[in-house]
DNA sequence: CAAATTTATCATACTGATATGATGTTTGAC
DNA sequence: GTCAAACATCATATCAGTATGATAAATTTG
């Protein structure tokens, strides 16, 4: 796999809040809810891209997580960043030396795909793959419109159930 | 990380056994202490890629594991398979289905790197990278010379201590 | 056949990533 | 100030990948 499943949820979750449209936070619940993982995992995820300057969080009603980076300038890397280590990435063969004098069998050969990979991490941000969306298949990007759904329940006096 | 670590293990030890140079096999016991990785589990390693048909093995006194394939033909992506699937590899959000009608968000543009990771697995052979490791740096492939030493203790009567 | 050598396999343990449930803390509305 | 909403955090559980040790099975040598 080339992303842990943490770092696969950062993203989704980074293109969920991105992708609400609102200027609103959005809350934890409605994000796991879209994406289908556990609430308190997901907060924890959010929570490290908040110390990593990702987002912005606010506790209390009409609490929840927002960007702290404009989506044109949040590349895939910076999101990813803080759950897989660049460094891991480098060596087929998981060498940590590999690169210096020091080269396993593959360096020459894979540093190339690597190198790609990593300028792929570095160069695409998140409004590119907001902008792609619509035009993949959009089972998925239609969910997000519940995102943008009335959140706040206003004062209408207490909910009768 | 790119590969497991049992992958990455796999494909050390098929370099080592295509490197040795020799053409009688080589005992687990010399691939892990070239390689530095436990014994049982390499010989499980070992044991899957002989399922495989990548290698073969012989049991009892001067046997050990062969490349079944010649390294020119035997591709990187044939070594990794068992471990690997090559299915796991494709969508960077990990969802199942990506690539049909539903694609994710990342799809289009990660597509194009994922391709070019395939035909790398695809297009490289052991050959390949053997022919390069002289090349690099090579403490790991000095080491490579002790699996050609005399590996059989012929008939001189019993070892002297 | 007996002994030595080597792979094969099994039961178990360890480890890090992932997940869960309970509880604490902050915030806004009334 | 009280209450409810929401994130924050902690202790613990689960799971898959990795590792270990013991034992079985196969093979060669003599």
Known sequence: MWLSSTAQQALHAVLCIAGSGADRPVRVDAIAAVIGCPRNYLSKTLHVLTRAGVLRSRRGPAGGFLLAVPPSQLTLAQVIA???????????????????ADACAAH???????????????ATTIAHLLRDWPRAGSTARARLTSL???????????VRR
């Open 108 to 122: 020459e050969r894979w540093a190339c795909i690597a190198r790609r990979a990593e300028e792929f991490f570095q």
């Open 82 to 100: 803080p759950f897989e280590p660049a460094s891991e990435r480098r060596c087929l063969l998981g060498r940590p030396t590999c690169g210096d």
């Open 148 to 158: 943008r759904g009335p959140q706040t329940r206003r004062a209408h006096g207490p």
